[in-house]
């Protein structure tokens, strides 16, 4: 019986293709492991794993067997603090890529002009010069691969280094065995042929190439990079009456942290003195100021307007919000697209297979080539090595998951990667729940009618039913005081208050009797509301609740309290029907209620009073009906059906256990942030299937071309130069092709 599972992200170096990806995965995937998933992009393994059965130290040395470097996280690093270390490290990578490719590129082209020169190319010397500066440049700019390769055949495995090596490495003998004995060439009728050029401007071209791919991988992190860097490096606390700044890491929580307008909020906390408008675009896409004040949460990262304030440092370090997204980002770009394991199948054999085409292709040249046949055939059998290189087929997923869940951020939309991209691309049905999700989640006034005999105004009957509910506790008192306090009545206090359960309440304000209630209440203390009931029965048909409000034993008014429906909703859920999505409705409410809402939501199917357990089983009628079910809730009673659903869609503004039970999480309580996200995984399956069939492709026509197969016809041979920048360029091509995604904007609604 399998044990507790935990998860480790083990940072890998030295993977540089589809083929490194796969051995580092296969030697991972064995006893004590129930997942593993390697990427490319972040060279790293996530694995989930039985620490029972196996331990990190293990799994490292499983990754180390196959000739890859690993080792264990840093526990003192958090995300933000590992994400800036990944970024370090893959600048230098690419720096060093630059500084190599365009040194090796300058001199390559140098050694090939002065080629063609009689002068130089008659002298003596020459080939020996070229052999020095080759032999130089293949240990300082190409070592890399070389011992990548040789590591590789050490473990008896084979890669792209294993292409390089072998390709530039038979130019290099060749043409070191031409100089050292031509004559042994001219005696057997072979030119004695110099191929050091090639060597260099190949190794140059593919550095190049890794140059501008590790520049745009690190393009495809902008993302985090941005959150990252809305973080404050200092904040300022009082400690013992004396303000100071102090580096983020100092702060302890309780710390009374300061804010002036303008400045970004350092940390996440809670506001004891002071108010302000707080600019939460960074968490919610929203770009309207959110007012705060005495007692509400601010978050680590966002932006105070207005007003100064002090606020009491609570969640720190990799707790904070922000660490916490910038950890599901991690998280999300280090998963595997179900559509990756096509790649994966096809790179696990290609190597091999390229090498063996190679050298189909060398002896097929010998056979067919007539004079020169031997050069001939080295050169097709190199180009075909470099040509199939599997980069491109490596990156043309995780680089389009990288972007798409950067760009899902910048929408306020956090995905929990490929798997979830993919299937929320496939969704055929949406099931909603209804409050919080539909609906606002709270109770507020929605109409007020007053009695046309009434004895008070508007303002005094808000004064006097405000001031009797102060004294309760129940959710529609809150919504008639809030109501009174945003019409800016001042609210009495009550001189005497009972509560009817199940009815209302009544008292004494200013010396004068109020009830506060039902129906029931009213015609309990034989209060006439017949002047009322034809608009209390069509609020109740709309699926408010009616109270009614009595002053001196006569009628006053009534008003209606309902969860409001969000505008937005409204108008996310016709957007969800022009998508070819079926809208199910799912709620606990009763059916009356449930009904008026989905009516006025453009819902025609309900699903009314069900438990968690009912809701569940809903979705999987669904999904037995063949249907590809997302599910989009906030409460904990959705948190079984998020799960079950194919796709589930936490709302940000619910609870902890929705949010974790859900694929992705919608940052603001707003559904139209779904369609972004829907909207946003059929475009990224569409890049990653652009990818991949250009990948393919690429490497179907590249390597016939390669071999020669066009040259008895139209006497074109493919030369290994012209083939390892065509290899560079479809990297580059795929990876820019998925940064496109960040060009992606949601239909407006």
Known sequence: MAGQQETIELPVAGMHCAACVGKVQ???????????????????????????????????????????????????????????????????????????????????????????????????????????????????????????????????????????????????????????????????????????????????????????????????????????DLQPRTARVLRNLVESDIPISEVVSGDITLVRPGERIPVDGEISKGSSTIDESMLTGEPMPVSKGAGDKVTGGTINLTGAFRFKATTLGSSSVLSRIVKMMREAQGTRAPVQRLADRISSVFVPTVIGIALVTFAVWMFVGGDGSFVRALAAAVAVLIIACPCAMGLAVPTAVMVATGKGAELGVLIKGGAALERASELTTVVLDKTGTITLGKAVVTEIILAPNRSVDEQEMLKFAAALESNSEHPLAAAIIANALAKGVKISKSGSFEALPGRGAIGVIDGRSVIVGNAAMMEAHAIEVSSLSKDADRLASDANTVVFVAVDARIAALIAIADPIKAESIAAISRFKSMGLDVVMLTGDQPRTANAVARTAGIERVVAGVLPEGKLVEVKRLQSEGKVVAMIGD?????????????????????????????????RGDLRAAVAAIELARATMHTMRQNLFWAFVYNTIGIPLAAGVLFPAFGILLSPIVASAAMAMSSVSVVTNSLRLRRFKATPI
């Open 26 to 228: 296969h030697s991972l995937e064995g006893d004590g492991v129930s997942s593993a998933v390697v990427n490319l992009m972040t060279n790293s393994a996530t694995v989930m794993f039985d620490p029972a059965l196996v331990s990190p130290d293990q799994l490292v040395e499983r990754i180390k067997t196959t000739g890859y470097s690993a080792s264990l996280p840093d526990t003192a690093q958090g995300d933000v603090e590992r994400q800036e270390l990944q970024d370090a490290a893959q600048r230098e990578e690419y720096l060093d890529y630059r500084r190599k490719g365009i040194a090796s590129l300058i001199i390559g082209v140098a050694v090939m002009l002065a080629g063609m020169s009689e002068a130089v190319m008659h002298r003596a010397a020459w080939p020996w010069v070229q052999l020095a500066v080759t032999t130089a440049i293949m240990i300082w700019a190409g070592r890399q691969f070389y011992t990548r390769a040789w590591n590789g055949f050490r473990h008896r495995s084979a890669d792209m280094n294993t292409l390089i090596a072998i390709g530039t490495g038979s130019a290099y003998l060749y043409s070191l065995a031409a100089t050292i004995a031509p004559a042994a060439f001219t005696a057997n009728g072979v030119a004695p042929s110099l191929y050091y050029e090639a060597v260099i401007i190949i190794i140059a071209l593919i550095l190049v190439g890794n140059a501008l791919e590790a520049r745009a991988k690190g393009q495809t992190a902008g993302a985090i990079r941005r959150l990252i």
């Open 635 to 667: 409460g904990i009673n959705d948190a079984p059906a998020l799960a079950q659903a194919d796709i589930g869609i936490a709302m940000g503004t619910g609870s902890d256990i929705a949010i974790e039970a859900g694929d992705i999480t919608l940052l």
